[in-house]
């Protein structure tokens, strides 16, 4: 395991000095440490970014009992569940793919991240080879506990716009996830990636039913969403209903204002598709 000494492309660059951050180095590992392969082996849920058959990016969350991510040796991850079929990101997962997992606990506020590509993926779950592993700061997290309950997934609801309980579950969110990749040119430095984002509730705001603002707040400086975005427009974003089990999965394309302070900057996300999936997560949660 060592240090990657050029870790982010061309176009995560570009973003820093957008920003006005200047060129950062980044603390970004090509295998797990330890400390990483302990915290994804004792998650109840992870986010996975994958790409639809099209290229588009897709974000989903998968659950299990604590174990259910495995990380076998320093280079791999392997996650033992199944994706529902109702899971439009459930396609994406076929080995040779670029995919992304954020491991998350919201309740301790810890996270951390892993680019890198499928190796293996049947029916029970998938394997990653990581590329890229690093963590990020506990900011803008919102503390939440889970804990599994059963629930039946309802049918899949796909739309051009948001309906109005799609509206209702982002016009009150904390949180949500956001998969993105960078273009294909950028080859093996490049990867699909998923990160997280969160505010006070209300914090994204609806222009109209296909068109949201999104506040970007200063991080770690690394830009991997926005530097993504430079090269490729095209996202995808997840709502949870942490009261119900509700996945809101949306696709669409971002433009970004630069021309903000820091402080201030922006982005906007023109929805394209979007995927209602009523109680799909078996998690109850608890502030």
Known sequence: MSLIAAPFHADERAAQVLAGFGSSQGAIYDRLTEQHRAFFQALRYVLVGALDDDGWPLATILSGSPGFVSAPDPATLAVAAAR???????????AGRDAAMLGIDLFTRRRNRVNGT??????????????QAFGNCPKYITRRSAEAVA???GPLLRASRLDEAARALIGGADTFFVATRSRSEIGESGRVDISHRGGLPGFVL????????IPDYRGNRYLNTLGNLLGDARASLLFVDFDRGDLLQLQ???TIDWSKSPAERRWRFKVSTMYRRPAALPLAWHS
Do not use: C, K, M, T
Not at 84 to 94: E, I, T, Y
Not at 118 to 131: E, K, N, P, T
């Open 206 to 213: 609806l222009e109209d039913h296909d068109s949201l603002l």
């Open 252 to 254: 669409g394309e971002v």
């Open 118 to 131: 499928l190796i293996a993926a049947d029916a029970a779950g998938f394997s990653i080879r990581v590329q």
């Open 84 to 94: 529902s079929v109702l899971d439009p990101a459930a396609p994406g997962f076929q």
């Open 151 to 153: 629930r039946v997934e």
